[in-house]
């Protein structure tokens, strides 16, 4: 393969584009050289926070770009196959049912939502499996759980006192404001190791366009890569959500939004979604503190930046 | 280079006791549908594990971690539901990103290079799939050590690209490449009465040689049901 023909250019400004904007959030501490306080505040609260946004940005945008691919549905994210409704359905359990005292709901509610991210995603595996494997039944399944699980949360809403419920509410928007390094030297490793096995897979995604037969006759395994690419997925969303709570359309939105662009090849698009995604988390985190006080959920930001630039492309855009 | 069935038996589909299919031949698979046609090209394709074959397809002299680079396929259905351009399409399934200059001479396809796959009429989609799938050995292909097989490829082309491209296939079987072409359009059969023929009927075999030697216009009634009367005047042997 022509290694050449890949457009390095977007790598490039994307990953300017990361550095200027950790720039302009260290420049935001403008005592930073001189005050203790402010280098306690940078370094124990802002640090992590850009740290987690970069991760979950790029694994959430990264593990959508290979996931429409593997699943062949341009439409394909992670809310639609499911397996952030586990972690949604342990959240709510954690902050409603009161199972933790709120001492322990730092440690206690991410790990909830891990195992109800990795519990999700097993049943929905196991339901997909039970249908063949196909395309569609994977699709299916995660409808059908996350039907299920929505449910179960609207009962836990009926039940819920209002300050919890509005936690939750806060929760499920998304919010980094829970980035400490305990959990990030953990769930950093992992996202970190889920982006590096995904990247390595780019090439062999390019395959799949044409459907597994075609993938077969080059003298690939499609069902294989298809279960490996579906597992690291599950373990990158399931940590992303755990830790920043779920976010939505900003997987939909930049891998679809890059291919109209730069194309298919998935060598260029599966990476430069991963960096697309973390400057677009990083966009938040910088407008989160220019607000100063005001801590607006993610899922607001997304959608009200991404939704309009979304719209906007669609009807520019040539049909891709 | 020879391909080689034993024993093959697909419940409902398929059963070949024993074929051979030689080094520069070019096979035209024929046969009522459902007959079993694809199926044997999926077979001969590897498409088909082996653990539900009951049996063996082997390609001589090959061996199995480079077939992939000796054996095309190309299959019915090749939609994609992304947008994918024709430049894409070479380079994420061929080691090129446009067509070799006798490709494209026959089937004139780098003209839409940059232009999206399915905004393209049936027939250029089908003229550039055809190309990918050639493309995909086209180094084992110069070298006549080629196994190319081909499931309806007349569908949607012209009558001068189905002229063009059928000669560059004699030309490709000359040099020692196995062509096999699935397909109905029977009246191939009177004009390259020195390709080889094989009839298909409910998964079986029923007759496999040359052309001259076996088929007459009798298979029709015999292989296709078709009235003798109902025979259409273009299919009928000047004989």
Not at chain 1, 165 to 177: A, D, E, I
Request: hydrophobic letters at 50%.
């Amino acid at each position: 393969m022509p290694v050449s023909s890949i457009q390095s250019a977007p790598v490039f400004i994307a990953i300017a584009v990361i550095v200027g904007l950790l720039g302009l959030n260290v420049g935001l501490h403008s005592q930073l050289l001189t005050d203790v306080v402010e280098q306690h505040i940078f370094i124990n609260l802002s640090l992590p926070m850009l740290i987690t946004a970069v991760l979950v940005g790029s694994a959430l945008a990264m593990s959508s770009a290979a996931l429409q691919v593997v699943l062949n549905n341009p439409l394909a994210d992670p809310g639609i196959i499911g397996i952030s409704s586990g972690a949604s359905l342990c959240a709510g359990i954690v902050i409603i049912g009161g199972v933790l005292p709120a001492s322990e709901l730092i440690w206690g509610l991410p790990l909830a939502c891990f195992a109800g991210a990795l519990l999700s995603s097993g049943l929905i595996y196991l339901l997909a499996k039970r249908l063949a494997l196909t395309h569609s039944a994977v699709i299916l399944a995660g409808i059908a759980i996350s039907t299920v699980c929505a449910a179960a949360l609207a009962w836990l809403y009926i039940f819920g006192d209002a300050q919890a419920t509005r936690n939750l509410t806060f929760w499920l928007m998304g919010s980094f404001q829970h980035a400490s390094y305990p959990i990030l030297a953990i769930a950093g490793g992992i996202l970190i190791l889920g982006i590096g096995a995904l990247c390595l897979q780019r090439n062999a995604l390019n395959s799949l366009y044409l459907g597994d037969i075609n993938a077969q006759l080059l003298g690939i395994e499609p069902q294989r890569l298809t279960r490996v690419v579906l597992v690291i997925c599950a373990l990158l969303v399931g940590v992303s959500v755990s830790i920043a709570g779920s976010i939505a359309f900003v997987g939909l939105l930049v891998p679809h939004i890059l291919r109209r662009i730069f194309g298919s090849d998935n060598r260029l698009i599966i990476p430069l979604s991963g960096l697309v995604g973390a400057a677009l988390m990083l966009v938040i985190v910088t407008v989160n503190q220019l607000l100063n006080g005001v801590d607006l959920p993610i899922s607001l930001l997304t959608a009200s930046i991404g939704g309009p630039i979304f719209v906007w492309v669609l009807f520019k855009g040539q049909a891709r | 280079m020879n391909i080689h069935l034993q024993d093959i038996y697909i419940a409902e589909r398929l059963h070949v006791s024993k074929l051979d299919i030689a080094a520069g031949t070019l096979t035209h698979v024929i046969g009522k549908n459902g007959a079993g046609k694809s199926t044997l090209l999926h077979v001969i394709a590897g498409l088909i594990s082996s653990e539900s074959l009951h049996a063996e397809m082997t390609i001589s002299d090959i061996p199995p971690a480079h077939i992939a680079a000796h054996r095309c396929c190309l299959t019915q259905h090749n939609d994609s539901v992304f947008g994918l351009t024709v430049a894409e399409l070479f380079r994420f399934y061929t080691p090129f990103s446009i067509a070799p200059e006798s490709i494209d001479q026959v089937l004139q396809v780098n003209q839409y290079q940059t232009r999206l796959l399915r905004e393209l009429s049936g027939g250029q989609q089908q003229r550039v799939h055809i190309a990918r799938c050639m493309m995909q050995i086209w180094e084992a292909i110069e070298q006549g050590r080629g196994v190319l097989l081909f499931d309806e490829p007349f569908d949607a082309l012209d009558l001068a690209y189905q002229i063009k491209w059928l000669d560059c296939l004699h030309d490709l079987q000359q040099l020692g490449n196995i062509i096999v072409i699935a397909h109905h359009q029977l009246a191939w059969l009177n004009e390259c009465r020195d390709d080889d023929v094989l009839i298909m009927q409910d998964g079986q075999v029923q007759a496999h040689g040359k052309i001259a030697t076996i088929w007459q216009s009798e298979c029709l009634t015999q292989y296709f049901h078709i009235p003798e009367q109902r025979i259409p005047l273009y299919l009928q042997s000047s004989s």
